[in-house]
């Protein structure tokens, strides 16, 4: 568990952390729906990676690649992959 990790999990999904390597924990996001294709085992995303040492949070760039360092304020709660927007996208968010 990180102690200080600011969100809370989306309604019917739960956070796992699991130790990646020496260095990262990876921070994982796991539905409790059952689908029939992968019959009814647990689903799960990465939602990013957490250095304990350093106190900080990094994007993924897929579950086992480990992506640029963000800032826990521009994440959300489902994933802490930036959000690239172009100009005229950002004026209808």
Do not use: Q
């Not at 729906?33 to 304990?52: A, H």
């Not at 994933?79 to 690239?84: R, V």
Request: with cysteine.
């Amino acid at each position: 568990m990180i102690p200080d990790f600011p969100h809370s999990p989306p309604d019917g999904y739960s956070y796992e952390f699991e130790k990646y390597n020496t260095r990262l924990v990876r921070i994982m996001l796991r539905c409790h729906r059952e689908f029939d294709y992968n019959n009814r085992k647990p689903t799960k995303t990465v939602w990013g990676f957490y250095s304990p040492k350093k106190r900080e949070y990094y994007s993924p760039v897929n579950a086992t690649k480990v992506g640029e360092k963000v800032e826990i304020s521009s994440t959300r709660n489902y994933t802490a992959m930036p959000i690239n927007l172009k100009p005229l996208e950002e004026f209808f968010v």
